[in-house]
């Protein structure tokens, strides 16, 4: 069974950082794709960020240069390394998997965690 655990939020002002954790259990295979999502209040999920397998990856334009995803193997972890946090990265946070190659639009991410709270004040 798989399961996915998220931890590292946190409230943080502007220009703050934050290190967001997700423990994976369960997960075989050669082609997985993780990724961060987001969803604020009264808005629509949105994708964050994406990694492969073999460590490609992708962000929403929103994040490039602020935020980076990566995975430790070993560890079976998905971290998100968020800096100069801005009070519209408010949202909770949710780590998912995918049996697919990714970046791609047919990934689908079957797999989720219960998610964890970033509040940036400004």
């Known amino acids: 069974q798989v399961q996915l655990v998220e931890s590292g939020g946190g409230s943080v002002q502007s220009g703050g950082s934050l290190r967001l954790s997700c423990a994976a259990s369960?997960?075989?295979?050669?082609?997985?794709?993780m990724g961060w999502f987001r969803q604020a209040p009264g808005k629509e999920r949105e994708g964050v960020a994406t990694i492969f397998t073999t460590g490609s990856t992708s962000y929403t334009d929103s994040v490039k240069g602020r935020f980076a995803i990566s995975q430790d193997n070993a560890k079976n972890t998905l971290y998100l390394q968020m800096n100069s946090l801005k009070p519209e990265d408010t949202a909770m946070y949710y780590c998912?998997?995918?049996?697919?190659?990714?970046?791609?639009?047919?990934?689908?991410?079957?797999?989720w965690g219960q998610g964890t709270q970033v509040t940036v004040s400004s």
């Open positions: 998912a998997a995918a049996r697919s190659y990714c970046p791609s639009p047919k990934a689908i991410f079957g797999y």
């Open positions: 369960g997960l075989t295979g050669s082609r997985i794709c």
